[in-house]
Every structure is written in C-alpha cells, then in structure tokens.
T-cell receptor
Framework: RKEVEQDPGPFNVPEGATVAFNCTYS??????FFWYRQDCRKEPKLLMS???SGNEDGRFTAQLNRASQYISLLIRDSKLSDSATYLCVVVGDSSYKLIFGSGTRLLVRP | DTGVSQNPRHKITKRGQNVTFRCDPISEHNRLYWYRQTLGQGPEFLTYFQNEAQLEKSRLLSDRFSAERPKGSFSTLEIQRTEQGDSAMYLCAYGGPTYNEQFFGPGTRLTVL
C-alpha cells in the first residue's frame, strides 16, 4: 500500500464548478500535511498547508480528518487557470521528508 | 521566480555516462533537499542537507548516486554509469520559514538514451 494515495482523475469540470479531492495516508503518526499544485512540466508549488482545524485561502479550503487519516481540498468557483495536478503531501517520520501522492489531475473547461 | 536555480535544465545522455546537476539557492537556506520525479508520479525524496551535512539518504539513492553540499551553499547531485531508469526530473528544494515547508526549484530533466 502506498503511504499517500490519491485518485488520479482526471476531474473534468466546467468553469464555476466546485470540485473536491481526497487523499488518504497510512502513517497515523504524521504531523504535517500540505497540498501542492503542479503545472505540466513545471515544479510543484506549495498551495496551502493543512491544519487540524481546517484552513481556507480564497476559493480553496483544506480539511484534515486524523481519525480517518484523510485530507481534502475543495476548490470553489473553478477557473480555467486551476487546471493542474494537485499533489497531496504528508511529512514523514523524519519530520523533514515530504511524501507525495501521485497527484490528482484537474481539467477546468470553458 | 523560485528561491533556487538548477542547472542544466535539460540533459540528454547515453547510458553509461556520468552526469552532474547543480542546485544554487538564491539566498542562504540551511535546509536543502533533492527529489526525483518520474512521469505520472509524485516527487520521491532522495537526500537532505542541513548546511553542509548530509543527514539522510533514501534507499532510492544507489551507490551510483552521490550528493554534496560544500560550504553549505550550492549542492551537486552526480549519477555515475547512468541507466535508462534514471530518466526523470530531478528537483532541488529548500526549507521555508515553517519547519516542514519546502519550495522547489525548476528541476533538471534527465533523459538517458
């Protein structure tokens, strides 16, 4: 079983739609969680951290469910520019090694 | 605009050749990381430096791989006797202000023929 699992998608949604991605992780001792965004053939870019209390940044909301060991990302009012691969990230036991999921691809169509 | 530059951006080599990649943090960053990303996968951790000290190497880093960070500034990653399976994007990252945040450079795309 992979340490971090994501639905690869693609999620194909119209502009303005709300879309949600989930991610599950296997190590219950993990303490830090992130979502990164990666455009085609570019480096991953930090989108947001995921806190136990949940956090929101504009149209993006991240949630953490420690009991079920899953992380979610909600994107409201999707824009064409949101089309990308979204990577779920868990910090490993060593507290500095990022463990990435394989990513979920989002396509936003006009 | 990233906090690290990587060179070269692309490298095509023949199997069996040695290659070296360089990562230059734009400003001083104590923590520096190397990851490898293959098509359709997320990045995988390779190694980590705290200043000039290499604190961890992944089991993915075979004996053909070596990384250095002399003087705690730039870092190099060398692959000896390249194999086709080494074809990947090699990403350098630096640690952000929050302990676990990491920010990636543009990467070096390696193709082994």
């Amino acid at each position: 079983r992979k340490e971090v699992e994501q639905d690869p998608g693609p999620f194909n949604v119209p502009e303005g739609a709300t879309v949600a991605f989930n991610c599950t992780y296997s190590n219950s001792a993990s303490q830090s969680f992130f979502w990164y965004r990666q455009d085609c053939r570019k480096e991953p870019k930090l989108l947001m951290s995921v806190y136990s209390s949940g956090n929101e940044d504009g149209r993006f909301t991240a949630q953490l469910n420690r009991a079920s060991q899953y992380i979610s990302l909600l994107i409201r009012d999707s824009k064409l520019s949101d089309s990308a691969t979204y990577l779920c990230v868990v910090v490993g036991d060593s507290s500095y090694k990022l463990i990435f999921g394989s990513g979920t691809r989002l396509l936003v169509r006009p | 605009d990233t906090g690290v530059s990587q060179n070269p951006r692309h490298k095509i080599t023949k199997r069996g050749q040695n290659v070296t990649f360089r990562c230059d943090p734009i400003s001083e960053h104590n923590r520096l990381y190397w990851y490898r990303q293959t098509l359709g996968q997320g990045p995988e951790f390779l190694t980590y430096f705290q200043n000039e000290a290499q604190l961890e190497k992944s089991r993915l880093l075979s004996d053909r791989f070596s990384a250095e960070r002399p003087k705690g500034s730039f870092s190099t990653l060398e692959i000896q006797r390249t194999e086709q399976g080494d074809s990947a994007m090699y990403l350098c990252a630096y640690g952000g202000p929050t302990y676990n945040e990491q920010f990636f450079g543009p990467g070096t795309r390696l193709t082994v023929l």
